[in-house]
């Protein structure tokens, strides 16, 4: 199983991107699909996922900016990020609870870097 993260890049504050990340592999189904993020020196953190169910869940700091959904036709979660700010600078790694045949694992994508500034 291997997942291919993509869309990151620079962008000025109030802009946007969509990141993607896309699963690839002997997936038999998918549980909750995640985007992390991380700065130098900080702890990774959880910025959204995605449940099996639909479910989502934001941490506050980007509720009402970050939109997460996925697409499970093609196994692939997105990050819709509108109005950035400087602080949302970071890497962001997708993160995919996945079932093969025999087990559940977690997977990460590479991380791909965001960077917001003027």
């Known amino acids: 199983v291997q997942l291919q993260a993509s869309g990151g890049g620079l962008v000025q504050p109030g802009g946007s991107l969509r990141l993607s990340c896309a699963a690839s592999?002997?997936?038999?189904?998918?549980?909750?699909m995640s985007w992390y993020r991380q700065d130098p020196g900080k702890q990774r953190e959880l910025v959204a996922n995605?449940?099996?169910?639909?479910?989502?869940y934001y941490v506050d700091s980007v509720k009402g900016r970050f939109t997460i959904s996925r697409d499970n036709a093609k196994n692939t979660v997105y990050l819709q990020m509108n109005n950035l700010k400087p602080e949302d600078t970071a890497v962001y790694y997708c993160?995919?609870?996945?079932?093969?045949?025999?087990?559940?694992?977690?997977?990460w994508g590479q991380g791909t870097l965001v960077t917001v500034s003027s």
């Open positions: 592999g002997s997936i038999f189904s998918i549980d909750t």
């Open positions: 993160n995919v609870a996945i079932w093969t045949v025999t087990r559940r694992d977690d997977y």
């Open positions: 995605v449940a099996s169910d639909g479910n989502t």
